[in-house]
C-alpha cells in the first residue's frame, strides 16, 4: 500500500513539471524518485540514506521528502530527515554527547521533518540557494517509540517509508574567463556571472574591475555609480555583498590568498543595467613552488642560472623536511645568512613548501595510513624549521573514505628536550579544500582547527573527524621557540630542526585499537551502495564513541541480568532426572540439548558479562530450535503413540522445526505449527482410546494432578512470552519463561514408560493368535476392545488384579 500511494505522489509531480500551469516554476527532476523503509533509531546503522547529485551552477536546489505508512491504523511518526553535503551527516538524536577531540562538522548541515501518513497529500520542501555542487547525502529515521518485544505475527507490524524528489535549477549564462584576459562586458541584466578555473599550485588569484560606464549618461562614470556587489566563491555561485569603492585609481581589486585549486571560482557582479564594464582575472603562482618528487626538492623555474645562492641555501635546507631522522649539513663552505633566506621568503608571495603524503591501505576496511615517501621509504616523521611553516597535504576519497574517521595525532619528539633549554611549541592547522591562509608571515587558522604542542606540556595531540568530507586535506606546521615558560615573545631556535611524528590515518568508527572503547563494538554497515561504520553501544551507553554514561546500567545489575537469564534454565534438570527415570531417553536428550543452548545463548547475548561458546547465530539458531522440538517430543510422549509411529513423529518434527527456524526464527508461526500439530496428534490418539475404551482418556486424577497444572503454567509462559516481554524488563520476564516452560514439562511428562513384552502365542481351533499384552497404569485404561474375543481371558484378568 506505500508502494502505490509512493507511485501516486510521483504521478502527481510529474504531471505538476509537465504542464506549466499546475505551478509557477518548473523544476527538471533529478535523482528522483527514491523510497526506502524508515527504522526507529537505536543506533546510526538504522538510518536510511539518500544520495544527490547536484550539478554544477546550480542556482536553487529543491528537495521534497513525503512519508508513508501502510495501513490507515498505524499511528502517524515524525521523521526526521538530515541533508549534509560531501558525506554522511553526522548526528546526536537522543542528544548524547560526542568524544572529546572530535570535531563535529556543522557546515553545510541542515534538518527538517515530517510526518508520516496512509495517504500524504503534501510534502516537505526544502529550498537551498546556491548549493555546492557534487554528492549531497540525506538520511532519515524515525524515533524509537515502542520498546515492546513482540513476536511477528502477533499482531501488524506497521512498516514505514520515506519518499524523496529532487530537482535544480542551473544557469547557463556563465562568461569564462581565461587568466590575464581582459573581458570587455556590457551586460543586459543587473546581474552578470563569471568563472575562471584555478590550475594546481596557484597561490594567489586577483580580479580586476575597471572602465565601468553606467548607462545613465547624466551619472559620473565612476564604479560606485554603476557597480554595487560582488561576489566570489569556489565551485558554486556567490553570494554577492556589497561593495565601497574609495581608492583614487577608481578601480575594483579582491585578492584571494591560497585558493582551492583544480576548481572552478565563480564571479557575481551586480551593476545597472547596460552598464558597461571591464573585467581581469590573475592567477599568480608561487615564485618558488616546492613539491615532492622521489625525496627531492624541485623548484620552478630549474635553471641553476635563474637561482641565487641564497635561494640554493634555501633548497638545502628545506631537504632537511623529508622526514629523515639522521642529522644532515649543508655543503661545506656555503654559508647560510638567516636573515638573507627571510627576506627571500617573503619574496616569494607566502608560497610555503607542501608534501604530499603517500596512502598506505591496510587488510582491513576504513582502515588506511598517510606517510612521507622517499625514495626507497617511508616515514611518518616530519623535520620542520622556525624558519618558515611546512604544509603537507593528503586527499579522501568519496565513497570509499567517507565512512570511517579521520584520526590526526601529532607527536612532538621527547628527544629535544636533551638538545636546548628553550621551550619548543609546534603549531599546526587543518584545513580542508585549500591551504590556510598563509598571511605577513602568520597561518591563519580557525580555532577548532588549530592544534598546539610544546616541549614543555602535553607533546602529544589528537583529533578526530568523523565521516570526513572528500577532497583535498591540508596540515602547516609552524615552529618557535620561546627561552622560558610563559614567554610571549619567540626567538631563534636553538636546534636546526624539530621532529615530529605525524599519526594520520583513517580507522573504522571512533579510536584507535578499541573502535569504540570498553562500552560498544564497531559495525560495518550496507545499505544500497553506501558502506559506513558505527558504534553500537552496550548497557545503556551512548554517544558517538559510546563514551556517554548519563544511562548506563550498573555492572551489578548486568552481572544480575546474566545470572537469571542463564541459571533460570537450571530448572529444566528436574525435568532431565523425570525423563531418564521413566525411560523418556529421547525426550531427555532434547531437555539437556535445550537448557545447553538456552544457557550459553543468553551468557553470550549480555552486554559486559559475554561469553560466547560459539558464534552468536549458532547459539540463538540452536537455541530456538531446542525449544521448539522439546514442545513437540513432550507433546508426542503424551499422545503415547505406538513406537514406530512415535520415531516418525519424531523424525518429522525433527526436520520441520529446523525448516521453519532457518526459515524465520523470531516469527510466531514457527512456534505454533509444531504445537498444533503436536496437539492434534495428541487429541487424536486420546481420542481413539476413548473410543475403543468407552471411557474418557486420560482419567481425571491424571487431569486434575498434571495435565491442568502444567497447562496453567505453558500458558503463563507463553503469554510472557508473547505479550509482557519488553526490552526493560527483558531479564526477568524472560527468565521467569524459562522456570514455568521447565515445570511445565514436569507435569506434562506421562509416567513410566514399560517395554512391551515379548509376543505370546497360543493355539486356538488349530489357528495362531499373536497376544499384544498391553501394560495398565494408574494414568490410563485398559482398551479391552484391542483383545480378540479368542484371547486368554485369564491372563487378562490377572494383569487386572
Request: net charge negative; with cysteine; glycine share 4%.
Amino acid at each position: 500500500m506505500a508502494n502505490s500511494c509512493f507511485l501516486r505522489w510521483m504521478l502527481v509531480l510529474i504531471l505538476s513539471v509537465v504542464n506549466p500551469a499546475c505551478t509557477a516554476l518548473v523544476y527538471v527532476p533529478s535523482d528522483a524518485y527514491q523510497e526506502s523503509l524508515l527504522r526507529p533509531f537505536h543506533s546510526y546503522r538504522d538510518v536510511v540514506i539518500f544520495h544527490f547529485s547536484v550539478p554544477t551552477q546550480t542556482i536553487r536546489a529543491i528537495w521534497q521528502f513525503v512519508a508513508f505508512m501502510d495501513d490507515p491504523s498505524c499511528a502517524s511518526r515524525n521523521v526526521h530527515i538530515y541533508l549534509r553535503y560531501g558525506s554522511y551527516p553526522v548526528i546526536s538524536p537522543d542528544n548524547a554527547s560526542f568524544p572529546e577531540n572530535m570535531l563535529i562538522p556543522m557546515e553545510h548541515l541542515y534538518s527538517l521533518e515530517t510526518i508520516s501518513h496512509f495517504q500524504p497529500r503534501e510534502m516537505s520542501e526544502f529550498h537551498l540557494m546556491n548549493p555546492l555542487p557534487g554528492s549531497w547525502y540525506a538520511v532519515a529515521f524515525i524515533p524509537d517509540w515502542n520498546h515492546e518485544i513482540k513476536q511477528q505475527g502477533i499482531s501488524h507490524k506497521c512498516r514505514y517509508s520515506l519518499g524523496s524528489m529532487a530537482s535544480w535549477n542551473r544557469r547557463t549564462d556563465i562568461h569564462l574567463l581565461n587568466p590575464g584576459v581582459t573581458l570587455n562586458i556590457l551586460p543586459v541584466s543587473v546581474i552578470s556571472l563569471f568563472k575562471i578555473f584555478v590550475p594546481e599550485n596557484t597561490w594567489a588569484m586577483e580580479i580586476v574591475i575597471s572602465n565601468c560606464s553606467p548607462s545613465n549618461s547624466s551619472a559620473s562614470s565612476t564604479i560606485q555609480s554603476c557597480i554595487s556587489d560582488f561576489g566570489i566563491r569556489a565551485h558554486a555561485l556567490p553570494f554577492p555583498e556589497h561593495i565601497n569603492i574609495t581608492n583614487e585609481s577608481n578601480e575594483f581589486l579582491h585578492i584571494i590568498s591560497q585558493p582551492e585549486t583544480d576548481a572552478y571560482y565563480y564571479i557575481m557582479i551586480v551593476s545597472e543595467p547596460h552598464a558597461a564594464f571591464t573585467i581581469t582575472a590573475n592567477l599568480q603562482a608561487c615564485s618558488l613552488l616546492w613539491y615532492h618528487n622521489k625525496n627531492k626538492i624541485n623548484q620552478l623555474p630549474t635553471s641553476d642560472e635563474q637561482l641565487s645562492a641564497t635561494t640554493k641555501s634555501l633548497l638545502s635546507l628545506l631537504n632537511l623536511t623529508q622526514g629523515q631522522k639522521s642529522r644532515r649539513h649543508f655543503p661545506k663552505g656555503e654559508e647560510i645568512d638567516m636573515q638573507i633566506l627571510m627576506s627571500e621568503w617573503e619574496l616569494a608571495d607566502g608560497c610555503l613548501p607542501i608534501i604530499p603524503l603517500t596512502r598506505i591501505k591496510h587488510a582491513q576496511d576504513f582502515l588506511d595510513s598517510f606517510l612521507i615517501q622517499g625514495h626507497d621509504w617511508f616515514s611518518s616523521w616530519l623535520s620542520i624549521t622556525d624558519i618558515f611553516p611546512i604544509l603537507i597535504k593528503f586527499e579522501l576519497l568519496p565513497f570509499i573514505d567517507i565512512g570511517g574517521t579521520l584520526q590526526t595525532k601529532i607527536h612532538l619528539d621527547g628527544l629535544i628536550m636533551n638538545l636546548t633549554s628553550q621551550v619548543v611549541k609546534v603549531n599546526m592547522c587543518i584545513h580542508q579544500g585549500s591551504p590556510p591562509v598563509y598571511r605577513d608571515g602568520i597561518i591563519r587558522c580557525r580555532p577548532d582547527y588549530g592544534m598546539t604542542v610544546a616541549s614543555n606540556e602535553s607533546s602529544t595531540v589528537l583529533k578526530y573527524f568523523p565521516f570526513p568530507q572528500p577532497g583535498m586535506w591540508f596540515i602547516s606546521f609552524s615552529a618557535s621557540c620561546y627561552n622560558h615558560t610563559g614567554a610571549t615573545v619567540s626567538e631563534p631556535c636553538e636546534v636546526e630542526r624539530v621532529m615530529v611524528d605525524l599519526r594520520i590515518h583513517l580507522q573504522p568508527c571512533v579510536f584507535e585499537g578499541t573502535p569504540c572503547g570498553e562500552h560498544g563494538y564497531c559495525q560495518e554497515n550496507h545499505f544500497r551502495q553506501f558502506y559506513f561504520s558505527s558504534c553500537h553501544c552496550l548497557s545503556g551507553w551512548q554517544g558517538w564513541g559510546c563514551t556517554d554514561d548519563r544511562n548506563a546500567s550498573m555492572p551489578s545489575l548486568l552481572l544480575l541480568k546474566t545470572l537469571l537469564l542463564t541459571l533460570s534454565n537450571l530448572f529444566f534438570v528436574p525435568a532431565v532426572i523425570l525423563a531418564i527415570k521413566r525411560r523418556y531417553y529421547t525426550e531427555a536428550v532434547v531437555y539437556t540439548v535445550t537448557m545447553f543452548f538456552s544457557t550459553f545463548y543468553h551468557a553470550c547475548d549480555v552486554d559486559i558479562f559475554s561469553f560466547c561458546l560459539m558464534k552468536y547465530e549458532v547459539l540463538q539458531y540452536c537455541d530456538f530450535y531446542s525449544a521448539i522440538l522439546s514442545f513437540w517430543v513432550t507433546l508426542i510422549a503424551m499422545a503415547d503413540l505406538p513406537q514406530t509411529f512415535s520415531s516418525i513423529a519424531h523424525m518429522i518434527g525433527a526436520l520441520g522445526i529446523a525448516l521453519g527456524v532457518e526459515y524465520q526464527r523470531t516469527g510466531i508461526w514457527v512456534f505454533i505449527i509444531p504445537v498444533m500439530t503436536g496437539i492434534v496428534i495428541m487429541l487424536f490418539s486420546w481420542g481413539r482410546k476413548c473410543y475403543y475404551s468407552k471411557a474418557c482418556f486420560p482419567v481425571k486424577v491424571k487431569w486434575l494432578l498434571s495435565l491442568l497444572p502444567g497447562t496453567v503454567l505453558a500458558a503463563v509462559g507463553l503469554i510472557l512470552f508473547a505479550f509482557v516481554e519488553t526490552e526493560d524488563n527483558y531479564k526477568y520476564v524472560h527468565s521467569v519463561w524459562h522456570v514455568v516452560i521447565a515445570l511445565s514439562v514436569i507435569f506434562f511428562l506421562p509416567t513410566e514408560r514399560v517395554p512391551p513384552p515379548p509376543a505370546a502365542s497360543s493355539r486356538c481351533n488349530g489357528e495362531q493368535t499373536i497376544f499384544h499384552r498391553k501394560t495398565v497404569t494408574d494414568s490410563e485404561l485398559t482398551d479391552i476392545g484391542e483383545y480378540r474375543l479368542n484371547s486368554d481371558l485369564s491372563s487378562l484378568i490377572g494383569e487386572l488384579r
